[in-house]
């Protein structure tokens, strides 16, 4: 069975950050594209960034480059989401997923397999 265990959301003020820490169980993610994707009340869920087996990392929209550091360790099944400068706007469920690779998709309908999502919460 698989299993994606998201944790460290929490509340936070702007300009703050947080680390978000995914962990994998339950079939072999080697070759997978590992990603996070958020969504906020009343909106479709958001591609925030991708990383391969390889290491690569895309992010989505441009108001999140920079500031989120998508990375990955390969031994543990482990993908983390550094998030800082944090915004209001940035308030949402942050859901892990994966999917085979080695090809990166930003739409969440090309995702088999996804976590429980963790709230983040950021206050102005």
């Known amino acids: 069975q698989v299993q994606l265990v998201e944790s460290g959301g929490g509340l936070v003020q702007a300009g703050g950050s947080l680390r978000l820490s995914c962990a994998a169980s339950g079939r072999t993610f080697s070759g997978d594209v590992m990603a996070w994707f958020r969504q906020a009340p009343g909106k479709e869920r958001e591609f925030v960034a991708a990383?391969?087996?390889?290491?690569?990392?895309?992010y989505g929209r441009d108001s999140m480059k920079g500031r989120f550091t998508i990375s990955k360790d390969n031994a543990k099944n482990t993908v983390d989401l550094q998030m800082n400068s944090l915004k209001p706007e940035d308030t949402a469920v942050y859901y892990c997923?994966?999917?085979?690779?080695?090809?990166?998709?930003?739409?969440?309908?090309?995702?088999?397999?996804w976590g429980q999502g963790t709230q983040v919460t950021v206050s102005s």
């Open positions: 997923a994966a999917r085979p690779g080695p090809r990166i998709a930003t739409s969440w309908y090309e995702y088999p397999y």
């Open positions: 990383i391969t087996w390889s290491g690569v990392g895309v």
